[in-house]
């Protein structure tokens, strides 16, 4: 099993596209775990380490490190070639939560179908697809009742 001792997301910037993972369309399949647990246990912050107040849609780059599981360190979208900042999550009063018991379920029971007409739009845009991922997209479990 491979670990990560740190894990980048970044969020697209307006009128900035590609993403290093474009070229080979990424990762299509992935399992979605509901993080309300989590959401739960940690402190939601109005304030970073500095003090200075968090402004959550400005951020575009959250960085997670393996050795500091407590904090989140971030890049706000117009201070690109700054430092992170640091966002303490654990709770500062009361007793410390302990983690390691939260258990993450499957947000989905089932696979989530597409709408009737998305597929249909997908199957006209196959052409512009490369081949080898035509099955992937023929294979896409759909809603018959064309709801979305």
């Known amino acids: 099993m491979e670990v990560f001792l740190k894990i980048d997301h970044k969020f697209l910037l307006s009128g900035h596209s590609f993403l290093p993972n474009d070229s080979d369309f990424g990762m299509i399949e992935m ?9 739960e246990a940690i402190h939601k912050r109005l304030k970073n380490t500095s003090g200075e107040p968090v402004n959550w ?23 690109v ?3 992170f900042k640091i966002l303490d999550l654990l709770p ?4 410390q939560r302990n983690f390691n ?9 089932n696979v989530l179908p597409i709408s ?17 991922h035509h ?14």
Not at 31 to 39: C, M
Not at 70 to 75: G, L, N, S
Not at 119 to 128: A, G, I, P, Q, V
């Open 101 to 109: 018991r939260i258990k993450l379920a499957p947000l989905y029971k």
């Open 31 to 39: 399992d979605f775990f509901s993080t309300k647990p989590l959401e």
């Open 116 to 132: 009737t007409p998305k597929y249909k739009n997908m199957m006209e845009l196959l052409r512009y697809i490369p081949s080898m």
């Open 57 to 79: 849609l400005r951020i575009y780059w959250m960085r997670f490190i393996k050795s500091e599981p407590y904090k989140m360190f971030y890049k706000e979208f117009t201070k």
């Open 81 to 83: 070639d700054t430092q």
């Open 92 to 95: 500062c009063r009361g007793r």
């Open 135 to 148: 099955e992937y997209f023929k294979n896409l479990t759909r809603n018959l009742n064309g709801e979305k």
